[in-house]
């Protein structure tokens, strides 16, 4: 068995994903992820859930409902931009961790680019973002290096993709 990316996604959020955090599923497509974080973050935590279509958005709602779950996740039917961001999130609420698994669909650079810029200020202190693209998206590596005294970042490659960690700097740092 090859070790893959889709291994690597689900591990970290095993391991980093507790209960009574707020995480945003950025890209989330039919739910899967959504429905694993919202498992994860418990009866007081609460996942963001941004899909595409509203197709996408009532397969999330279904998934969630048949699971038990639909009171911790908020399905949002519309892609990830800052505007909705600020109309889901107000100005002060900070997310403990961002999932953006762009790794199944073709995706411009732009679009990436712009989730990256838009859920970046709203991640708390010591809060990851978890990027998995197709490879080739060469630009992920300027954007960590940009990241500079404002956090740290890692990938991991496999033959499926790429996945980057963002964390940014704690409050303690």
Do not use: C
């Amino acid at each position: 068995m090859s070790y893959t990316n889709r291994h690597f996604i689900k591990n970290f959020l095993e391991q980093h994903v507790k209960t009574n955090q707020l995480v945003i599923d950025g890209f989330a497509k039919e739910g899967q992820n959504t429905r694993f974080l919202a498992s994860r973050v418990g009866k007081d935590g609460q996942v963001l859930s941004f899909h595409n279509t509203k197709e996408e958005a009532n397969k999330t709602a279904a998934s969630l409902f048949m699971a038990g779950l639909q009171e911790r996740a908020t399905i949002v039917n519309g892609a990830l931009f800052e505007d909705t961001l600020k109309q889901e999130l107000g100005r002060l609420t900070k997310v403990d961790r961002v999932v953006l698994d762009y790794m199944d669909d073709a995706v411009s650079p732009d679009a990436v680019d712009e989730a990256l810029t838009s859920v970046w200020p709203y991640v708390k202190p010591a809060g990851t973002v978890l990027l998995s693209v197709k490879n080739g998206f060469n630009f992920v590596e300027a954007y960590a290096e940009e990241l500079g005294s404002l956090g740290s970042s890692a990938s991991f490659t496999a033959e499926d993709g790429l996945t980057w960690l963002f964390e940014k700097q704690s409050a303690d740092d």
